[in-house]
């Protein structure tokens, strides 16, 4: 009777047994794709499997176990069939072809929260996703890796003609999931019997790659972004801070000098001494400008010289001036001068008076380092960034490494030298500026990272028949020769989890292919160079 029923549903189904054992054992909490016998056999007990799941199809009537499992094997091939139609790149297939994909595919099904795809596991089947939807990512970068999901009506896992040999994230059920899995295995017969499909696939193939290709980009490009805020963030608040510190002392200061002002004004000055007192005010101010930075203990000693002559003329609160006074250049002679022009009793005032005015001075003098620095700053962004500017235009590559430079800075400054040796009669290049700015971050910050923060960069530029020639030479330990050929995989990395995403010298090799211009390297202990050459004139880009 089995077999009678079995050829009543189309004698060329023989794996229908796959998927009622797979539907009925599935709940034991992983995906279920148990290996069943062919519509010929049965094993004891199976029985009771099958007439639970002919409940739930209406063929509990049967008294034949047998029979039963017929009708319900042709019942759920008819049902999946169905379901297949409403897969988009499967609705406009014929019956016999949905027909043999309902008699190859196992049925399997996972809770939500349940793992599905195990990250390095072996990629064995393609997966048509019925009901339910996943999330995937690669737990190998992290907790910050890009999510992928797939919900019902679309068919990922193994595809024909990919070249995927281990699954490269780990996906896990968002809801109750339930899936088709088509056996690697048999991709040849697939096509074969449904040559329809194999564009259709190789089409979700290249959205998929793409689409993986976007988004790791797109990170990659967020974590650049990141470390360079960071530094900018760091280096925008050091003349941020002094500006701001520098102004609440000016206030400070301000009031200091009116104070020593209104004690003049009650000695009765004549007018001939406040003139005297403003021009040598102005003469102070004239050198200070000009006075050369001391070292910590010949300013201390200039200080005490300074503050003993004070207290030796009765000025009060000496130590308070003579710090600005030996900064600003201001020597005993000069004091004696000024001795000479004001009696002992306005002595201290003018003094006060005049080293707020060297103070006042010395103070909007920081003022203006700390705006134009973080003028040069928001310039430097700019540039880098080509903001305001067209995306394609002539680059001219030296400004744009000068640029970049200002933006690592931070990481820079503390132990690495940068040489320059830049062509100035070279050519502008025609480009997309902003990305070869990306370029030069991209392999200035690897010689940073490996040289730990100590060493020497050397960046030169020059013409070379009808390209540009950019070098970036470190002294650090230099790149292994049997990875030297891996540098530019996507994802391919030495660092530690977290610190590097694999992607930096992808990037620089993709944006330089994009401007026809090539990337090379060599390496050896104590010497990396990478060399970037980009073409003069570039009609094709």
Known sequence: MHAARAELCGAKRTHCNQEVNAVVGAGSGRLQTPVAPSCGTTHPGEYLRVESEALKYGLAEFPNPAVSQGNLICRMNTDLVKEFRNIPIL????DDELGWLADHADIATAEAGEVVIRENDPADSMIIYLEGETDGRRESMGPDAPVYTARAGQITGMLPFSRMMYYTITARAVTRLRVARI????????????PALGPRLVGILSDRVREATKQDLAREKLA??????????????????????????????????????LELDQENLPPEARATLRMIEAKARELQKDVKPMGALELSDVQTEIQSWLEAHGVQDGWEVAPVLAESGVREEHLERLAQKFSPSVMGSAIRRFGTTLEISRLLTDIEHSSCRISELVKAIKEYSFMDEAPRQDVDIAKGIESTLIMLNHKLKRGITVTRNFDPNLPRVPSYGSELNQVWTNLIDNAADAMNGEGEIRIRTMREG???????????????????????????????????????????????????????????PGYTCFRVRLPIQNTRL
């Open 224 to 261: 650049s972004l990141g470390k360079l805020s960071a530094g900018l963030a760091h280096e925008l608040n050091n003349p941020a801070a002094a500006a701001a510190r520098a102004a609440n002392m000016l206030r400070l200061i301000f009031d200091k000098r009116e104070q020593a002002s």
């Open 466 to 524: 009808d390209d540009v020639l950019v070098e970036f030479v470190d002294n650090g330990p230099g790149i292994p020769p049997e990875i030297q050929t891996k540098i530019f995989d996507p994802f391919f990395t030495t660092k530690p989890m977290g610190e590097g995403t694999g992607l930096g010298l992808d990037t620089v090799y993709r944006i330089v292919r994009k401007h026809r211009g090539n990337v090379s390297v060599v390496s050896r």
């Open 183 to 194: 056996a690697k295995s048999l991709f040849p017969e697939m096509l074969n019997r449904i």
């Open 91 to 94: 609705a406009d297939l014929s």
